[in-house]
């Protein structure tokens, strides 16, 4: 069983920046991958971000070239640092865990409100 707790979310004025992190359970050195995904009202649910246990990033173009992704395994947080930000950011944003096992686990998101 892996817990995923986001936080960081906030109200920002067009062009900012935040800073989420999402702290695990467990030890991340034994998730496969960990992504971040965002859910805007009336939307589906969307991938942003994704990090290999490798550490290679890959973004969608949502938010490429805006948002940046890590993970620190020795604290066992992943964070995506978003600059530039434009309203159509405002969502909530997930934190997404798939094992090495192939289970999958959700946090339970963190609102991140982008004003004009």
């Known amino acids: 069983q892996v817990q995923l707790v986001e936080s960081g979310g906030r109200l920002v004025q067009a062009g900012g920046s935040v800073r989420l992190s999402c702290a695990a359970s467990?030890?991340?050195?034994?998730?496969?991958?960990l992504d971040w995904y965002r859910q805007a009202p009336g939307k589906q649910r969307e991938l942003v971000a994704i990090i290999t246990t490798g550490g290679i990033p890959h973004y969608t173009d949502s938010m490429k070239g805006r948002c940046t992704i890590s993970r620190d395994n020795a604290k066992n947080i992943l964070v995506l640092q978003m600059n530039s930000l434009k309203p159509e950011d405002t969502a909530v944003y997930y934190c997404?865990?798939?094992?090495?096992?192939?289970?999958?686990?959700w946090g339970q998101g963190t609102q991140v409100t982008v004003s004009s």
């Open positions: 467990v030890s991340i050195d034994r998730i496969k991958d």
């Open positions: 997404h865990a798939t094992t090495l096992g192939g289970m999958s686990y």
